[in-house]
């Protein structure tokens, strides 16, 4: 990875612009066509000229860059700074820019944005979602406008307004929320087995999970069984470990869900958090996704509306394994050319003809093992790189592709053949459910 970061003149002191607000340009709304992947939302925004990639989270407050792979990007008026977050470790260095210019299309600009820019080339999460991906993006996209996003047809409208939605939003489920260090939470009814208790939960966009809890912060907690130890995701300071079960039902209001998976950071990863008061969990992507969505921070308010995923179980990936790209290689594909009967030959002689093009093509490799999960125990390991699964090429697919694959159904046969150092393996095993919800 290369970083190309202009920074032109580094101060020490201070730069503070209160506003730092994304406004619309001669329009009451506008929309923003997003990627979704692995439950996580990618946006474009235009930063002092250059084309970058934004995952949009709710749980952060401050935009951040963190990657800029072989784009050149100019920064003025910048500090040193420290990060803190989810993960073990207690902070990393960066640096922090004011007064930077953000488009999203044409209707919508940021003339005084700030970004903290996180300097360790290894904060990479690209090879972790399949696509290049730049930087995160939280509360100052939120804060000035309400947001309606539809998961179904992956469009964001922007309004000006709470005014324009009153009509779209009379059949939504109204939520009051609070916002709080800039980021959302409401109350959720988490029913561990049989009894009911509204916790007050960060609304986590950048989660791809359903559920959240920290047992730390909840007197009492017992974990339900199953469950298993588990891998849970990356955090500005490191990986992200504890535990995977299912609860019994989760309550949003009137919705309700039931067996959700649920994921319990331990205690290592959350110490150097600065939790608000109360705080219980998150409630994450996997769930979120299941409604069409308005915030509206302004007026403190969160609107719900049920769409088609509403009731998709909730799946696992049940492989045990963590998946990566790892860049992108040339490969050549033959393609067969159709040949036509020529009126001027009697006596004919055919031949199949090709052609040979050459494409870019992804490269997947196995980022971690599950200890006693199905690939842990047919022999896979970490840094394998990975080049069929049940005899399809990977170069002709997706990370994403590849991880429903292992959500798809228990009892499934995955065989895969892998390049280990100078070894090419075969290796077999069936998907398993480890923590399937026991009464």
């Known amino acids: 990875m290369k970083f190309k ?30 990627q979704f992947i692995n439950n996580l939302i990618f946006i474009p925004i235009n930063v002092n000229g250059a084309e970058l990639t934004f995952l949009l989270d709710t749980g952060v407050s401050e935009t951040i860059l963190f990657s800029l792979e072989n784009k050149e990007l100019k920064l003025s008026n910048v500090e040193k700074v420290k990060f803190s977050g989810l993960g073990g470790s207690i902070s990393i260095d960066g640096l922090k820019s004011e007064r930077n210019v953000g488009k999203i299309g044409n209707e919508i600009v940021n003339t005084s944005m700030s970004l903290y820019i996180i300097i360790d080339e290894e904060f990479n999460i690209s090879p972790h979602v399949g696509i290049p991906v730049n930087g995160v993006i939280g509360y100052h996209f939120f804060k000035d406008h309400p947001i309606y996003i539809d998961y179904t047809s992956k469009k964001i409208t922007v309004y000006e307004s709470a005014n324009l939605l009153e009509k779209k939003t009379r059949r939504f489920e109204e939520f009051p929320i609070t ?28 989660n791809s999970d359903a559920i959240w809890l920290f047992p730390t912060l909840i007197k009492n907690f017992v974990y339900n069984r199953p469950n298993i130890d588990d ?16 609860i019994h039902n989760f309550y949003l209001g009137k919705f309700k869900f039931e067996k959700p998976l649920t994921a319990m950071p331990d205690e290592f990863s959350i110490q150097h958090v600065n939790m608000v008061e109360n705080r219980k969990g998150s409630i994450g992507s996997e769930l979120m996704r299941r409604f069409t969505v ?3 921070y302004a007026n403190k308010k969160l609107y719900l509306r049920k769409n088609r995923y509403f009731d998709d179980p909730f799946h696992f990936n049940m492989s045990g394994l963590d998946f990566k790209q790892d860049g992108l290689e040339w490969k050549e594909d033959r393609v067969k050319i159709e040949t036509q009967k020529s009126a001027m030959v009697s006596t004919e002689v055919y031949k199949d003809a090709f052609q040979y093009k050459f494409s870019l093509k992804p490269i997947f490799s196995i980022a971690g093992v599950r200890k006693d999960s199905p690939a842990y125990e047919a022999g896979l390991q970490k840094d394998d790189r990975i080049l069929t699964i049940n005899g399809e090429q990977t170069s002709d697919m997706t990370l994403e592709k590849i991880v429903e694959l292992m959500k798809s159904n228990e009892g499934r046969n995955i065989t895969m053949v892998i390049q280990r150092k100078d070894q090419k393996l075969t290796l077999r095993f069936a998907l398993e459910d480890p923590i399937p919800y026991q009464e």
């Open 179 to 206: 916002i709080e260090k800039d980021k959302p939470y409401l109350f959720g009814g988490v029913e561990m087995t049989n009894e009911k208790k509204d916790s007050k939960l960060l609304i986590d966009l950048g």
């Open 294 to 296: 308005v915030f509206d």
């Open 231 to 246: 891998f849970l995701g990356r955090g500005f300071n490191g990986d992200i470990y504890g535990k995977r079960s299912r």
């Open 5 to 34: 970061l202009l920074l032109l003149g580094l101060f020490l002191s201070i730069f503070i612009n209160a506003q730092n607000s994304f406004e619309l340009i001669n329009t009451k709304k506008a929309v923003i066509p997003f």
